[in-house]
């Protein structure tokens, strides 16, 4: 079993940055892919960002936030890190950080074995 533990999220400003973090414990594995979803009120939960390999040399984002965000690793710490910069009113959500064995980053839910509690990020005007 992997434990998925999202940290980092609160209140900010639009134009404003957050970086979010997720630290994975118990059978955790430096290769397969970990990534964000998030969920807004009265929405369907969405992907928003993903990495895959041992050295984090594939990512792939939601076209909403590309160029906004940046996703990395660091496997010694074995956490996963959201940098969002230019926080719009609508990315208001609680975010998931997701994990699975798999190697290729996928943008369904059902695609992720391992899933964090959520952290909740407001961005206000």
């Known amino acids: 079993q992997v434990q998925l533990v999202e940290s980092g999220g609160g209140l900010v400003q639009a134009g404003g940055s957050l970086r979010l973090s997720c630290a994975a414990s118990g059978r955790t594995f430096s290769t397969g892919t970990m990534g964000w979803f998030r969920q807004a009120p009265g929405k369907e939960r969405e992907f928003v960002a993903g990495?895959?390999?041992?050295?984090?040399?594939?990512?792939v984002y939601a076209e909403s936030v590309k160029g906004r965000f940046t996703i990395s690793r660091d496997n010694a710490k074995n956490t996963v890190y959201l940098q969002m910069n230019s926080l719009k009113l609508e990315d208001t959500a609680v975010y998931y950080c997701?994990?699975?064995?798999?190697?290729?980053?996928?943008?369904?839910?059902?695609?992720?074995?391992?899933w964090g509690q959520g952290t909740q990020v407001t961005v206000s005007s």
């Open positions: 990495i895959r390999g041992s050295s984090g040399s594939t990512t």
């Open positions: 997701v994990a699975d064995r798999t190697p290729w980053i996928v943008f369904t839910s059902s695609g992720y074995a391992y």
